[in-house]
């Protein structure tokens, strides 16, 4: 017999992509409660139940999680306690995709140990440094320049180029800086030339088969994501290729739920190579496109899933792209000016989160559009994102 509802979800971490997920789930009759570490993150103004708390806080984790005892919980956010998880998961709280899992994609060293090591996926090559000497003798076998990045950061944070010897000391200080936790650990890669870098969003069901969306092609500054579009073009054994990888490394992981599996497109166009790059196990922030150009978005979809429902298919409605609205300075609160403009353009929506504060480079909004190319999706999401302007108040 299938599940009753409503079903009560609890969401670690409240952001723009908790926010659609709790959309999602309200639309479905389920009671979301919103766990952040500030008051009035997005996915809060739109749930049940908020609670704030340090999310690093083992304890204090425990103890919301065991205060509601919620059907699901479902972290949205990195940056949190996941050793409870397990504790909570053995309590027989259901954690999305599991307390594994979670743990597991939040390292980078033991995310990349299972896809290149245990599950022999073709990733960058690789190592590990606990310090600037060890960074600097991990680096130089392979070729300048180099990526390095603490095993513990998200959104680009601490991640640098380093484009010879005389550059390895600033780039171990700006990981350490940019690390979360308290240890000292960075992985080095070799720098890929890549062609195309693609997110591929998989949906791991609990009975059923494993479901691919049309890939997203999307651009990355700083570490972090500026633009999308979807379907990517790429040949159909690449698209192959990146869904056996995608399959593979999810399997491992179990549970149920959208994943966002990142690619690397390498080589001459039409015979790349398919090399894998990072993975999340929730809905990806460059899929907040499949808003306009699916038939059902990856917030459905990570709720069908969680929950059991069928997902009978994932349809594009097109070509659609995304550009992100981001802040430029620092301030208390913010206001948006351009609006109106942004949205005279046909097949054009503008999502504003409704953080309560900014700072540079902070993601504020998106601009989402649709067209009859990839070409006029993008220009017009660009466009949109263009008219929008972030005035602190």
Known sequence: MSALFPRTLMLLGSGELGKEVAIAAQRLGCRVIAVDRYAGAPAMQVADVAEVIAMTDADALKAVVRRHRPDLLIPEIEALAVDALAELEAEGITVIPTARATAVTMNRDRIRDLAATELGLRTARFAYAGSAAELAAAAAPLGWP???????????KGQSVVRGPEGITAAWEAAMAGARGAGARVIVEEFLHFELEITLLTVKQWDGPTLFCPPIGHIQERGDYQCSWQPASLGAAQL????????????????????????????????????????????????????VGQNLSEFDLHLRAVLGLPIPSIESLGPAASRVILAERAADEVAFAGVAEALREPDTQVLLFGKPDARPQRRLGVALARGASEAEARRRADGAAGQIRVVAT
């Open 146 to 156: 180099v990526v390095v990045k603490p095993v513990m950061s998200s959104s680009g």
């Open 240 to 291: 192959a290729q990146a869904q056996a990888m995608a399959q593979a490394v999810t399997a491992n992981l179990g549970g149920a739920g959208l994943f966002g599996v990142e690619f690397f497109l390498c080589g001459e166009p039409g015979a790349e190579e398919v090399v894998f790059s990072e993975l999340s196990p929730r809905p990806h922030d460059t899929g907040l496109v499949t808003l």
